[in-house]
């Protein structure tokens, strides 16, 4: 069985991991885009939206309750791969450890 000295020290080597996967994850930007790529939102890994880009296209003032729709979907789309990106990031982490659904808020 391994001593309190060594577990403390691998906790300490999880959490510094977990730090530099945190900052890597808030560094990094997705594209999730919808409409056949014509809505695009760039979020970053806080979730944090940086960027939208539309179609000059789908400016029509009469539809632009399609427009709100695409918007949704890209976000939700950008959304989708940081959670992935987080997930492949934990199994990095914790060296593939199911941690039970634990979600981190970062």
Request: no cysteine; charged share 25%.
């Amino acid at each position: 069985m391994m001593n309190m000295q060594g577990i403390m020290k691998q906790a300490q080597m999880m959490q510094k991991k977990m730090e530099e996967a945190q900052k890597k994850l808030a560094e990094t930007e997705v594209i999730g885009s919808s409409g056949g790529g014509m809505v695009k939102v760039t979020l970053n890994g806080k979730f944090e939206a940086k960027k939208v880009e539309i179609d000059p296209g789908l400016l029509d003032p009469e539809e632009t309750d399609i427009l709100e729709d695409l918007i949704l979907a890209a976000f939700n789309d950008a959304q989708g791969k940081v959670d992935a990106m987080m997930n492949e990031g934990m199994k990095d982490v914790t060296g593939g450890l199911n941690l039970g659904g634990l979600k981190l808020p970062f």
